[in-house]
């Protein structure tokens, strides 16, 4: 019960009271007789002129004069004099006003049986009004006032027995006196009731009753009740949904200035419910709401600045409504004005500020705020970072179904991130967030499927959810799709399905998507093969830093493959892929320096990148590098590095580095003289064609040089080495008289 609804109801509640029928005789017949009376000092006419000056009956409205003929007639004991005094004294109507004065009358009043007074010190005690605040008092006064059939004073008890104030809590028993005072036809009693419907308190549930209830008080012209009921109508509970009945009883609530009603006609507005879309509109109610202080009002007219709508953007407007609000703990107000923090809209960017009143907001419940906590937890924005913060935010937003707090919830299960790694976990989280399609979400979970995480590997499940991820625009989860497509794996292979989700991840700016789309056009995949189409998507990704595109876009460059051959710009993408530690940018570079294509030749780098190129495992790069020690060419001759490098290289198949290791082994150079180990190599490099390891075989099987003699095994190798052209090998079977 507001300070509003008290005054209301402290004057006579009656619809028509005897005064009211004395004041239409005074209007009828004039004021001579009652007047005559009064100034003889008849008590009760110096009332019903007293009530006459208050209501302007049969002469002009004037409080002060109403406060003379009441203070005479209250000092010869007038009850109602004594409380119409007291309710001018509660006031200041026509006298100053005086909250203890106003108490001293109703007082009096009481004690002479007046049952409007006696409800009057109810609201005395209830309200703390000029007496110190008394809830057993208060219902005291109003049971006594209760027991006489007054209405306002049924429904104040009434009141008091729902909340629990002055008598023991029973929502049963306040609907009892609800309803004695709705019988009574008392508006705010049948709002109340409406209330109790809506709520089941003290009654089964029951809308359809609540519309009820809230109906009859709304014709009435209670304006909660009119509000309640636009509510109603809004929503569609206890009753059809009907915008244009909502918005009819928005503004009758609203012509009372109800400020909800305000707002909720700007919703209307805003939203195009039940009128025309109009967000100018919107913000003439959301301000006439905002002015009366209400939070939601306030709260909506700074988004409207915020956005533009209805008004012209101003941030600094936007956050000067936004914390009036918030000022007054609206949630959504404060997590707003948090927001305007954390970006720096029209305040000074101030993460703290931002994290404290995200804090408030959060501590209310508002699901955003706390996803918002949690997510400065995590970075350390504003708040010291902590992981084991960030969760209980998460998770505190996730359980009210918040998505992304789910899919975050989720990832720190995955990371072992502020809980204990629990893969079962993330995949529960990221599955709720899943089943309303938030797209990172629909991906990790594709990929545990993928990687069998929590989860049993699933590869037809993992394509699944890539593709409802990839749906909503998710760039890896296109990319992983396309992927998928190109292996077969989860779906039918289609390098034309691949190449449409790769399209659509690179033109989001997904690298390895921009990568495997100039592949496909290198090679022709799934495309007609175009060279220009590769250098373009090779760009961009190369643009991006990605070091294997960075080389490849060299080596396009290089050959003049759907580009302009241009050996600057190959060097140049060269060196961009070998500083970020490529090694085929590394080794490609180097043999720029080797012959200084695009570069000045300088065999002192060239050393230097095969080295870096070597080291990161390029096996042609190693085979070099051992060459160089093997020669003492740039590098110092040291021919235990060089068969150091010739074996690395060697291992990797590189079959010159086989040769110069077989040789090594077959002369004993940096290693022990080893003719089997000779034999072993040679053959690996004979094998894969290398014609110089054929001929120094055919050699060893001639002489029986690490293996068993054989003039047969030695006329194969001489003649595989020779159809090469290998002079020395077409000499030893003419030799041999094979030619």
């Given at each position: 019960?507001?300070d509003?609804?008290?005054?209301?109801?402290?004057?006579?509640?009656r619809?028509?009271?005897?005064t009211?029928?004395?004041?239409?005789?005074?209007?009828?017949?004039?004021?001579?007789?009652?007047?005559?009376?009064?100034?003889?000092?008849?008590?009760?006419a110096q009332?019903?002129?007293?009530?006459?000056?208050?209501?302007?009956?049969?002469?002009?409205?004037?409080?002060?004069?109403?406060?003379?003929?009441?203070?005479?007639?209250?000092?010869?004991?007038?009850?109602a004099?004594?409380?119409?005094?007291?309710?001018?004294?509660?006031y200041?109507?026509?006298?100053?006003?005086?909250?203890?004065?106003?108490?001293y009358?109703?007082?009096?009043?009481?004690?002479?049986?007046?049952?409007?007074?006696?409800?009057?010190?109810?609201?005395?005690?209830?309200?703390?009004?000029?007496?110190?605040?008394?809830?057993?008092?208060?219902?005291?006064?109003?049971?006594?006032?209760?027991?006489?059939?007054h209405?306002?004073?049924?429904?104040?008890?009434?009141?008091?027995?729902?909340?629990?104030?002055?008598?023991?809590?029973?929502?049963v028993?306040?609907?009892?006196?609800?309803?004695?005072?709705?019988?009574?036809?008392?508006?705010?009693?049948?709002?109340?009731?409406?209330?109790?419907?809506?709520?089941g308190?003290?009654?089964?549930?029951?809308?359809?009753?609540?519309?009820?209830?809230?109906?009859?008080?709304?014709?009435?012209?209670?304006?909660?009740?009119?509000?309640?009921?636009?509510?109603?109508?809004?929503?569609?509970?206890?009753?059809?949904?009907?915008?244009?009945?909502a918005?009819?009883?928005?503004?009758?609530?609203?012509?009372?200035?109800?400020?909800?009603?305000?707002?909720?006609?700007?919703n209307?507005?805003?939203?195009?419910?039940?009128?025309?879309?109009?967000?100018?509109?919107?913000?003439?109610?959301?301000?006439?709401?905002?002015?009366?202080?209400?939070?939601?009002?306030?709260?909506?007219?700074?988004?409207?600045?915020?956005?533009?709508?209805?008004?012209?953007?101003?941030?600094?407007?936007?956050?000067?409504?936004?914390?009036?609000?918030?000022?007054?703990?609206?949630?959504?107000?404060?997590?707003?004005?948090?927001?305007?923090?954390?970006?720096?809209?029209?305040?000074?960017?101030?993460?703290?500020?931002?994290?404290?009143?995200?804090?408030?907001?959060?501590?209310?419940?508002?699901?955003?705020?706390?996803?918002?906590?949690?997510?400065?937890?995590?970075?350390?924005?504003?708040?010291?970072?902590?992981?084991?913060?960030?969760?209980?935010?998460?998770?505190?937003?996730?359980?009210?179904?918040?998505?992304?707090?789910?899919y975050?919830?989720?990832?720190?299960?995955e990371?072992?991130?502020?809980?204990?790694?629990?893969?079962?976990?993330?995949?529960?989280w990221?599955?709720?967030?899943?089943?309303?399609?938030?797209?990172?979400?629909?991906?990790?979970?594709?990929?545990?499927?993928?990687?069998?995480?929590?989860?049993?590997?699933?590869?037809?499940?993992t394509?699944?959810?890539?593709?409802?991820?990839?749906?909503?625009?998710?760039?890896?989860?296109?990319?992983?799709?396309?992927?998928?497509?190109?292996?077969?794996?989860?779906?039918?292979?289609?390098?034309?399905?691949?190449?449409?989700?790769?399209?659509?991840?690179?033109?989001?700016?997904?690298?390895?998507?921009?990568?495997?789309?100039?592949?496909?056009?290198?090679?022709?995949?799934?495309?007609?093969?175009?060279?220009?189409?590769?250098?373009?998507?090779?760009?961009?990704?190369?643009?991006?830093?990605?070091?294997?595109?960075?080389?490849?876009?060299?080596?396009?460059?290089?050959?003049?493959?759907?580009?302009?051959?241009?050996?600057e710009?190959?060097?140049?993408?060269?060196?961009?892929?070998?500083?970020?530690?490529?090694?085929?940018?590394?080794?490609?570079?180097?043999?720029?320096?080797?012959?200084?294509?695009?570069?000045?030749?300088?065999?002192?780098?060239?050393?230097?990148?095969?080295?870096?190129?070597?080291?990161?495992?390029?096996?042609?790069?190693q085979?070099?590098?051992?060459?160089?020690?093997?020669?003492?060419?740039v590098?110092?001759?040291?021919?235990?590095?060089?068969?150091?490098?010739?074996?690395?290289?060697?291992?990797?198949?590189?079959?010159?580095?086989?040769?110069?290791?077989?040789?090594?082994?077959?002369?004993?150079?940096?290693?022990?003289?080893?003719?089997?180990?000779?034999?072993?190599?040679?053959?690996?490099?004979a094998?894969?064609?290398?014609?110089?390891?054929?001929?120094?075989?055919?050699?060893?099987?001639?002489?029986?040089?690490?293996?068993?003699?054989?003039?047969?095994?030695?006329?194969?190798?001489?003649?595989?080495?020779?159809?090469?052209?290998?002079?020395k090998?077409?000499?030893?079977?003419?030799?041999?008289?094979?030619?």
């Open positions: 019960m507001s509003r609804e008290q005054k209301d109801f402290e004057e006579d509640d619809e028509v009271t005897e009211d029928v004395f004041a239409a005789e005074l209007i009828l017949n004039g004021t001579d007789r009652i007047r005559k009376m009064a100034e003889a000092g008849d008590a009760q009332d019903k002129l007293g009530d006459c000056y208050k209501r302007g009956y049969g002469v002009k409205q004037d409080w002060t004069k109403a406060v003379e003929w009441y203070k005479k007639s209250a000092a010869q004991g007038n009850a004099a004594q409380r119409s005094l007291g309710y001018c004294y509660d200041g109507e026509g006298i100053e006003q005086d909250k203890e004065k106003a108490f009358w109703y007082e009096k009043a009481a004690e002479g049986g007046d049952v409007d007074a006696v409800r009057n010190l109810g609201n005395c005690y209830y309200f703390a009004q000029g007496v110190e605040q008394d809830f057993d008092k208060a219902a005291y006064w109003y049971e006594k006032a209760a027991k006489e059939g209405p306002d004073a049924e429904n104040s008890l009434g009141f008091c027995y729902q909340q629990g104030r002055g008598v023991p809590q029973d929502s028993k306040a609907v009892e006196w609800y309803r004695k005072a709705a019988d009574h036809g008392d508006a705010v009693a049948l709002y109340n009731l409406g209330l109790c419907y809506s709520g308190k003290g009654v089964e549930q029951s809308y359809e009753k609540s519309v009820e209830y809230f109906r009859k008080a709304a014709i009435k012209g209670w304006d909660n009740a009119q509000y309640n009921l636009g509510v109603c109508y809004e929503i569609g509970e206890g009753i059809e949904q009907d915008y244009d009945q918005i009819y009883w928005y503004k009758e609530a609203a012509k009372q200035n109800h400020s909800k009603a305000q707002n909720a006609i700007g209307c507005y805003a939203d195009g419910m039940g009128v025309q879309q109009d967000f100018v509109k919107a913000v003439e109610w959301y301000r006439k709401a905002a002015n009366q202080g209400d939070a939601d009002g306030q709260s909506n007219l700074g988004l409207c600045y915020h956005e533009g709508h209805g008004v012209e953007q101003d941030y600094n407007k936007a956050v000067e409504w936004i914390r009036k609000a918030a000022l007054q703990e609206d949630a959504n107000a404060q997590y707003n004005l948090g927001y305007h923090y954390e970006k720096g809209l029209g305040v000074e960017q101030d993460d703290a500020k931002a994290a404290a009143w995200y804090l408030k907001a959060g501590m209310q419940g508002h699901c955003l705020a706390q996803y918002s906590l949690g997510f400065a937890c995590e970075h350390g924005q504003g708040v010291k970072k902590s992981f084991a913060k960030a969760a209980e935010w998460y998770l505190k937003a996730a359980q009210q179904g918040d998505t992304d707090s789910q975050s919830l989720g990832w720190c299960y990371m072992g991130k502020g809980v204990e790694q629990d893969y079962a976990q993330a995949a529960e990221f599955r709720k967030a899943a089943e309303k399609e938030q797209k990172d979400a629909l991906y990790h979970l594709g990929k545990f499927y993928e990687n069998g995480q929590g989860v049993d590997k699933d590869y037809d499940k394509a699944e959810y890539f593709e409802r991820a990839a749906l909503q625009g998710h760039a890896a989860a296109q990319f992983s799709l396309g992927y998928y497509y190109e292996a077969g794996r989860g779906v039918e292979q289609s390098y034309e399905k691949a190449m449409e989700w790769y399209l659509k991840a690179a033109e989001q700016g997904e690298v390895d998507a921009q990568y495997n789309l100039a592949v496909f056009y290198k090679n022709g995949t799934g495309v007609k093969q175009d060279f220009r189409m590769a250098a373009m998507w090779y760009g961009k990704a190369a643009e991006q830093e990605d070091d294997q595109a960075q080389y490849m876009l060299g080596l396009l460059y290089e050959r003049g493959l759907g580009v302009e051959q241009d050996d710009k190959a060097a140049e993408w060269y060196r961009k892929s070998a500083e970020q530690g490529n090694a085929n940018g590394q080794y490609n570079l180097g043999r720029c320096y080797s012959v200084g294509m695009g570069t000045d030749q300088d065999s002192g780098q060239m050393a230097a990148w095969y080295l870096k190129a070597a080291e990161n495992g390029h096996a042609d790069a085979n070099l590098i051992g060459r160089c020690y093997f020669r003492g060419e590098l110092e001759k040291d021919g235990t590095k060089a068969a150091e490098w010739f074996l690395k290289s060697a291992k990797q198949g590189n079959t010159e580095a086989q040769t110069n290791l077989g040789l090594c082994y077959a002369y004993g150079l940096g290693v022990e003289k080893d003719e089997k180990q000779a034999v072993k190599w040679y053959t690996k490099a094998e894969q064609g290398d014609m110089a390891a054929q001929f120094n075989l055919g050699v060893f099987c001639e002489m029986g040089f690490g293996v068993r003699q054989s003039a047969n095994k030695a006329v194969s190798w001489y003649s595989k080495a020779a159809a090469q052209g290998h002079e090998a077409q000499a030893a079977l003419m030799r041999l008289g094979c030619q």
